[in-house]
């Protein structure tokens, strides 16, 4: 009888590590549309909410600011922003330093929506969450703090 060779794992870790971009895009995916039901209730599209917080953390930020904190493009946060004004959240005031810029500030409508948001958030979370416990809950977040660290690290 033929002996069976052993194996290191390193074969089986090759065969699933698409399993894990796999699931990771879905997770995301299903994080995202679950924050996006709740935000519909305060009258937001997804998105909307991290223009809304990083606006509540420093109000009058320019439009490039924003995009880049996000890490999206000026088009794409133009837009967004467009859409916030539109819906009474935000205005756009012309930069007193630079003519060529504008700043993004939260309306009364836009400081009470931070605390929706917030609220959209906590309730996500504790659905997704479900069961978890503390414990495992930080173990996930631990892991996908390095796994996005190493993401970071390679795109550089």
């Avoid at 998105?47 to 990083?54: F, T």
């Avoid at 836009?110 to 173990?139: F, P």
Wanted: hydrophobic content about 40%; proline content about 1%.
């Amino acid at each position: 009888m033929a002996k069976k060779k052993k194996s290191n794992g390193k074969k089986k870790d090759k065969a699933r590590r698409p399993e894990l971009f796999s699931q990771l895009a879905t997770t995301a995916r299903y994080s995202r549309t679950l924050l996006s039901r709740q935000l519909l209730s305060c009258g937001l599209y997804a998105g909307q909410d991290a223009v809304i917080l990083a606006l509540d953390t420093q109000d009058g930020l320019s439009l490039s600011a924003i995009a880049d904190q996000l890490g999206v493009r000026a088009p794409t946060m133009t837009k967004t922003i467009n859409r916030l004004a539109v819906q009474g959240f935000v205005e756009k005031r012309d930069s007193l330093a630079d003519a060529r810029l504008s700043h993004v500030h939260l309306t009364d409508a836009g400081r009470e929506a931070v605390q929706a948001v917030k609220k959209a958030i906590h309730l996500s979370h504790g659905l997704a969450a479900g069961d978890l416990g503390k414990r495992d809950l930080k173990t996930l977040s631990k892991l996908l703090r390095k796994l996005e660290r190493n993401m970071v690290a390679a795109l550089d």
